[in-house]
């Protein structure tokens, strides 16, 4: 295992977000409400990039599954049909999460209403979906070295597996905190009677009510799965430390404005937006370490190996 890297960059980066998002729960936690009194403003750039963000990160979905793809179909024929399945499952995933996330706003988009208009309109955008992302699987096919099987397949596992581990960590959190949303206060005469830090916890008084859903951010964990793309970078067939340091900064750069989006629209408050991040970044960074870990040892253990019978 390469002990001076997390998910392909170097461990000092890993240490300035956490650094970051302990530095942002530590704030939040004295001046959370203050903090969206001064940015809440809700403006329909804002709400555009609320709805359609999320895109970008679901599209490392897909690309995950064309890591496992590529990887299996090269250890063999008789991987080829575990290897679509796997490669169906994950762009699944990409259309399932972005209709449950916001299909509602692409219906209204197409002009559907429930018991309404005719069923076509809602199939025609769930389709929306399917073609948004047809273009990263032939993309990633394309680009992706399938000289390290190996590392291909722990790579797109390990990007599916913590999206998926985070993602249920996240709704089960929702539902211990149960914290109001800013939004939902600005509906009441007194906000300030009904605003509870994040460790005032109230456990399932959420239910399914999303106005007690704030902490954590679940878009900050949508958001934060961009940290991963350096992993994607890291398999190219022209892959260099700088293609992987330059996905990092675009990572960086698209949660900071995911997580000022979700202050700005009146959804989320800092701690909430800081311990999205850092809940989806840890788990990532542990699964993808235990996965690639698998990969080094095998491979040191087969240089060894060849260089024993060399000698024999």
């Not at 890591?67 to 995933?93: D, N, W």
């Not at 992302?133 to 394309?142: E, N, S």
Request: with cysteine; charged share 20%.
């Amino acid at each position: 295992m390469d002990n001076k890297r997390i998910m392909a960059v170097p461990k000092g980066y890993a240490y300035a977000v956490i650094a970051i998002c302990i530095l942002g729960i530590i704030v939040g936690s004295f001046f959370d409400y203050s903090i969206n009194v001064a940015l809440a403003n809700k403006n329909d750039i804002g709400a555009f990039f609320a709805t359609y963000g999320s895109y970008f990160s679901y599209c490392l979905y897909p690309a995950a599954g064309m890591c496992i793809y590529k990887g299996l179909v090269r250890k063999g024929e008789r991987f080829r049909m575990l290897a679509v399945v796997i490669m169906i499952l994950s762009y699944f995933m990409a259309v399932y999460y972005s209709n449950s996330y916001n299909g509602a706003k692409v219906r209204e988009l197409f002009g559907y209403a429930a018991g309404e208009s005719s069923p076509l309109l809602s199939f025609m955008s769930w389709g929306f979906w399917v073609v948004l992302y047809a273009w990263v699987p032939i993309v990633c096919f394309r680009v992706f070295d399938d000289a390290d099987p190996d590392k291909l397949i722990m790579t797109g596992t390990a990007i599916l597996a913590a999206g998926i581990v985070s993602d249920n960590v996240n709704l089960w959190l929702k539902q211990v905190a149960s914290r109001p949303r800013y939004k939902y206060l600005l509906t009441l005469e007194d906000p300030m009677s009904e605003f509870r830090n994040w460790w005032q916890m109230v456990p399932n008084l959420a239910g399914s009510n999303d106005s007690f859903k704030s902490w954590p951010s679940g878009n900050m964990t949508i958001a934060s799965m961009m940290f991963s793309l350096p992993m994607l970078s890291d398999v190219l067939k022209k892959r260099s430390e700088k293609k992987n340091r330059i996905c990092f900064a675009i990572a960086l750069c698209f949660v900071i404005i995911y997580g000022y989006n979700r202050i700005h629209m009146t959804n989320h408050f800092l701690s909430d937006v800081c311990f999205g991040t850092l809940i989806t970044y840890g788990i990532y960074s542990v699964v993808s370490s235990a996965f690639l870990r698998t990969v080094k040892e095998e491979t040191a253990n087969d240089r060894t190996e060849k260089k024993r019978r060399g000698r024999e």
